[in-house]
């Protein structure tokens, strides 16, 4: 996965923290999280704020 794949981390995010609002996480955790996932591997530098919120946007989404 890289970080353009907003849709498929929000999924795998869902699938491994079901007991957590998407709307109440700060980016910080979301980043570790994300660099945890397996399958991830993209550069960790790459990330930004905006792809963050893409990520949060399409979790919060999948958890409606």
Excluded: H
Aim: aromatic share 12%.
């Amino acid at each position: 996965m890289k970080w353009t794949d907003s849709q498929r981390i929000a999924e795998e995010l869902f699938d491994q923290y079901p007991d957590v609002d998407p709307k109440t996480i700060r980016f910080t955790d979301l980043y570790d999280w994300i660099l945890k996932l397996d399958g991830f591997n993209d550069d960790p530098s790459k990330c930004g704020e905006r792809i963050l919120e893409a990520i949060q946007l399409a979790w919060i989404e999948e958890a409606e």
